[in-house]
């Protein structure tokens, strides 16, 4: 089993949709929980960090369920420029900062 | 303030040569980390650096080397290449003071394409 697992997609919306993402791990000692975007052939950028709490910014909402070990992003009132590969990564307890990727989602948002 | 800085952006090798890449981490950030990215897939941890060792090791190969110099700045070193070897390798780098739970920031990346 992979340590973060999501749906590759692709999911094809159309501007103003609201799309959601979610995303599982494996390792209960799994210590932080991030969203990463990806644009073709460019490197990861860091779009928000997922708390227990639920977070918010902007048009995104991350929310994560330790119980369940999931973790989800939902978009709002989506643009033609959230189109992208949205990486859900986490960082094991290990001391080390190594991040654990999936293997992204890949939403495409159409006119 | 730049960011973190690869070289080269783009390489193309044949099998069985070897590689360097190399990474200079964010400015006040003493730690990095390096990743490969194959097509279709999400980055896999290669290795990590700090403090000029190298603190942790993914599921990669010896082919798989690098170093960390006393600026912090990184090298991969690649030996034997194979076909499978090509992807797209980031660097992150990060500061040991952070803590353990922060994100990474990548840099551009460098495309390695094997023949």
């Known amino acids: 089993r992979k340590e973060v697992e999501q749906d590759p997609g692709p999911f094809n919306v159309p501007e103003g949709a609201t799309v959601a993402f979610n995303c599982t791990y494996s390792?209960?000692?799994?210590?932080?929980f991030f969203w990463y975007r990806q644009d073709c052939r460019k490197e990861p950028k860091l779009l928000m960090s997922?708390?227990?709490s639920g977070n918010e910014d902007g048009r995104f909402t991350a929310q994560l369920n330790r119980a369940s070990q999931y973790i989800s992003l939902l978009i709002r009132d989506s643009k033609l420029s959230d189109s992208a590969t949205y990486l859900c990564?986490?960082?094991?307890?290990?001391?080390?900062?190594?991040?654990?990727f999936g293997t992204g989602t890949r939403l495409l948002v159409s006119p | 303030d730049a960011g973190v800085t690869q070289s080269p952006t783009h390489l193309i090798k044949t099998r069985g040569q070897q590689v360097t890449l190399r990474c200079s981490p964010k400015?006040?950030?003493?730690?990095v980390s390096w990743y490969q990215q194959a097509l279709g897939q999400g980055p896999q941890f290669i290795f990590q650096?700090?403090?000029?060792?190298?603190?942790q090791r993914g599921n990669f190969p010896d082919r798989f080397s690098g170093h960390q110099f006393p600026n912090y700045s990184s090298e991969l070193n690649v030996n034997a290449l194979l076909l499978g070897d090509s992807a797209l390798y980031l660097c992150?780098?990060?500061?040991?003071?952070?803590?353990?739970?922060?994100?990474?920031?990548f840099g551009d990346g460098t495309r390695l394409s094997i023949l």
């Open positions: 992150a780098s990060s500061s040991i003071q952070g803590g353990g739970n922060q994100p990474q920031h």
């Open positions: 990564v986490v960082i094991l307890n290990t001391g080390f900062q190594k991040l654990v």
């Open positions: 390792n209960s000692a799994s210590q932080s």
């Open positions: 400015s006040g950030h003493d730690t």
């Open positions: 650096y700090y403090e000029e060792e190298e603190r």
């Open positions: 997922v708390y227990s």
